[in-house]
């Protein structure tokens, strides 16, 4: 059996940069057409020439990959990261820029490389204004870091506390509620007006919180936010394949060495990109919903963010496919993938 689909976008992916990237960026770029790139680098783009300057480091890593039948130049969708020291006149340049295509709330100290992120929202409000009034979409890390709140509520608490305000105080802005991992959010987006959006990703779809903590600690599981529970779980799946156009693919591929990840204080991050589609597919199968995965991945996205859909397509054999259990990576330990030694249903052709 054969499934053909436009080719795909991932819309929120970690490239890293240097070393990193003649690996990162051929991983995704064989399957995807574009990629928002997310910006928390170190230090952080915070500016457009910056951004500039790391999406001609990631060119030099996508010639020619290959799209089913067609070649086909890979595009990464460049972002911004908001500090609360950032200039409003940075926002008008990122909204003229053809390459910059959204700026990115990180919550200082959420998660990996936020260190430099936001640590009152309310503080960067003249710049999400300017964001509303330029169209300029917000990409939104949705939790909150204060220590007494507990690790598997900071989504939750986020919405109340901080994205609900936002989406009141600026009716036309754009948001991008990324990867989410609760019911909490599901019901959120989709109580709210058709100008947010949320990605899902791979790990979200498959796994609870079992799965990582259950019978052993499983570091390659842990990411941020944390997965939740089975019944969070199950309103991610029914989200992705409900065919509402504002839940859309977003792997938050997030790549870290072997030995940083299996350490006393491991990393967050679930490297999905190598067979990421292929994990889509797999999810989608089990759900019965096969004839979903097309507009989830190749459509809803391209749709939000106001670009063309891609015009070339994808092939996904259904076969056995072994996902390796190491990819080579920075350094010599390699990087062990999402879904590492299992076998999948699914593989690109
Ligand atoms: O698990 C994560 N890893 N979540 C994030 O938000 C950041 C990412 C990373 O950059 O490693
Ligand atoms: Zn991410």
Not at 67 to 83: I, R, W
Not at 85 to 112: D, N
Not at 253 to 265: D, N
Request: net charge negative.
């Amino acid at each position: 059996m054969q499934l053909e689909i436009t080719t795909p976008d991932d819309w929120h992916v970690h490239f890293r940069d240097g070393d990193a990237l003649q690996y990162t960026v051929p991983a995704t770029a064989k399957t995807f057409g574009r990629a928002i790139v997310m910006p928390n680098l170190v230090p952080p783009i915070t500016t457009v020439t910056q951004a500039e300057a790391y999406r001609q480091r990631i060119l030099a890593h996508a010639q020619g990959a290959n799209f089913g039948s067609s070649t086909h130049l890979f595009e990464p969708l460049m972002t911004l990261y908001l500090t609360e020291q950032m200039a409003s006149s940075e926002i008008a340049a990122a909204a003229a820029s053809p390459h910059v295509f959204a700026c990115k709330l990180y919550p200082a100290g959420a998660t990996t490389n936020s260190a430099n992120g936001v640590r009152d929202p309310a503080n960067i409000y003249p710049l999400l204004e300017a964001m509303e009034k330029l169209d300029l979409p917000l990409l939104v890390h949705g939790e909150v870091t204060e220590q007494e709140v507990d690790i598997f509520d900071r989504e939750a608490v986020f919405i109340d506390r901080h994205l609900a305000p936002i989406a009141k105080n600026f009716p036309g802005l754009r948001i991008v509620f990324e990867h989410i991992t609760t019911a909490a959010a599901v019901d959120f987006v989709k109580e709210s007006s058709n100008r947010i959006g949320a990605t899902l990703t791979p790990q979200h779809l498959m796994h609870n919180r079992n799965d990582l903590l259950v019978g052993g600690i499983r570091p390659h599981l842990y990411c941020l936010p944390i997965l939740k529970a089975a019944n969070d779980q199950r309103a991610l799946q029914q989200a992705a394949i409900s065919g509402n156009p504002r839940f859309f693919l977003g792997t938050d591929s997030a790549p870290h060495a072997r030995l940083t990840k299996e350490a006393a204080c491991g990393c967050a991050g679930c490297y999905s990109a190598p067979t990421a589609i292929e994990l889509y597919a797999e999810i989608f199968e089990q759900l019965g919903a096969l004839d979903k995965l097309e507009g989830f991945a190749s459509f809803f996205g391209a749709d939000f963010y106001r670009l063309p859909r891609n015009i070339t397509r994808l092939r996904l054999q259904r076969t056995s496919n072994i996902v390796p259990e190491r990819a080579p990576f920075v350094g010599e330990d390699g990087i062990v993938p999402l879904h590492a030694g299992k076998t999948i249903s699914w593989q690109q052709s």
